[in-house]
């Protein structure tokens, strides 16, 4: 083989390269985003290990999974045996169950034997987000020692900003050392001497994502151990890693409070038949139960054909019930999310809504006794002569609907919460739709016993 021929690989490959070599990680991702996935995969073939590997570990980059597994298998393992392990675990989610299978085998032992234990993990869980790549020191050492050890494996690690301090002889977890507390000390001190006073903060590996969220909020860590029952450390939750799982898991909340199955993939990168999937079911279902409104219409049949401008108001009846409930609903799922409010808290919540929806029904009820009285004064329009009678009813109409919508949009919350299922689960559209038809039933009702005698 000549020299131009050995030299051909390399120059194609950076020839190949070559967009890239002027952007930093996140212009990469960006750019690589835009791209066919084909392309992608051959500047991701082409790139340098390190640099294909801090792009794979962006968490914006989009289809990861699906680059993984369009590389050449060899080169596909190589990258996943140098990602951080979470993020590498992440990324093996994604394939299908053949790929994994062809894939995780090739994987170095060391990072296979990782990557398959944080798959072993239930999802949205601690020790499913975990990395165990985090600094470790025994009690025993010293300031210096430990500066020397971050320096040794700081390439390494995911993240230095917690040093976990353990008993030389179980491995428990004796104590945290803040990367401030620990350039601050003299060479000769104690490790210890640079802990913090308090306990160590750690989790469980079972504990849930929001949970995990909750501790690290509240006491402001950019990372958080996960231990097992003795107290022995498995991997730390990082900030960044929770804030990617919540911002996921949000976004999965406002897809199902849309009346929707949650997407698992951005919405360019679903296919046709998948998003009518996601969609036309809970259309479905939700039609099914608008089909009760149109029942409960027939069931006052007469009382509509007696008294025809009652119909001018069941949009304005529906719409405000409807939307009282989808407020309801909407401060209560957040409010469960972010653990303001427990189960046990449901009668609170009843207490506070049920005068809250009678003021706010009052306060509707008074404009649409205003806006009747106007037209019907103003020459507008000509509701009859009881009239003011028929503003009444639609008022007190106002003041049982947005009631009934505002009790029921809070408790369904926590129903759907005790039965086990996502509070998210209760869209606004769904909530819309059970308030349609109770408030058919309540309108009518005040109607009939208004208006008996005079229209009905």
């Known amino acids: 083989m000549n020299q131009k021929q050995m ?44 640099r294909a590997v801090k792009l794979l570990e962006a968490p914006e980059l989009q289809r990861a999974g699906d680059l993984v597994a369009a590389l050449p298998p060899a080169r596909a393992a190589a990258l996943l045996g ?18 994994r299978a062809r894939l995780v085998p090739l994987i170095s032992a060391d990072a296979r034997q990782v990557i398959q ?13 975990m990395t165990t790549e985090f600094v470790s020191v025994p009690a025993t050492w010293t300031v210096g020692q430990t500066l020397q050890h971050i320096r040794d494996v700081e390439r390494t690690r995911e993240t230095v900003y917690a040093i976990y301090v353990l008993d030389p002889a179980s491995q428990r977890l004796q104590q945290v050392v803040t990367m401030r507390r620990l350039i601050t000390g003299r060479a000769q001190d104690a490790i210890l001497d640079v802990a913090q006073v308090n306990a160590p903060v750690t989790v469980d590996v079972q ?55 949650a997407l698992e993939k951005q919405y360019m990168q679903i296919g046709f038949l998948e998003m009518l999937r996601k969609r036309g079911g809970w259309l479905s279902v939700l039609f099914l139960g608008e089909m009760l ?22 949009p304005l009846i529906m719409s405000s019930g409807g939307n009282s409930g989808s407020q309801a609903t909407s401060l209560l799922i957040r409010s469960l999310a972010l653990r303001e ?38 020459g507008l329009h000509d509701y009859g ?38 509070p998210a689960s209760a869209s606004a559209p769904f909530v819309a739709t059970l308030v349609d038809v109770t408030g058919l039933v309540i309108y009518f009702s005040i109607a009939a016993t208004i208006l008996h005698g005079t229209l009905l």
């Open 117 to 129: 234990q944080l798959l072993s993990y239930p999802p949205h869980t601690a020790g499913a987000l």
């Open 385 to 422: 002569e009881h009239w003011l009678l028929l503003g009444f009813t639609v008022a007190a109409a106002l003041v049982g609907i947005v009631t009934f919508g505002s009790l029921s949009g809070s408790m369904l919350p926590f129903a759907l919460k005790r039965l086990g299922f996502d």
């Open 7 to 50: 030299l051909r690989p390399a120059t194609d490959a950076a020839t190949l390269a070559a967009p890239l070599a002027g952007f930093n990680t996140a212009d990469a991702v960006e750019y690589l985003n835009t791209l066919l996935l084909s392309r992608a995969v051959e500047l991701l073939g082409a790139l340098p290990l390190p």
């Open 82 to 99: 140098l990602m951080a392990d979470d993020r590498a675990t992440d990324i093996v989610h994604q394939l299908d169950e053949e790929e």
């Open 293 to 314: 409104t149109a029942s409960a219409m027939q069931h006052y049949e007469h009382e509509l054909a007696r008294a025809v401008v009652l119909t001018l108001f069941i």
């Open 207 to 261: 504990m849930d994502q929001e949970e995990v969220a909750q501790l690290i909020r509240r006491h402001d860590l950019l990372a958080i151990p996960v231990v097992d029952a003795g107290q022995r450390v498995l991997g730390i939750v990082t900030v960044d890693d929770i804030l990617d799982a919540l911002i996921e898991e949000s976004t999965e909340d406002a897809h199902k409070f849309g009346g929707m199955e």
């Open 341 to 378: 409010l427990r189960l046990r808290d449901w009668w609170k919540v009843a207490l506070r809504e049920l005068p809250t929806g009678i003021v706010l029904g009052t306060i509707l009820g008074t404009l649409a006794m205003a806006r009747i009285t106007v037209w019907q004064l103003g």
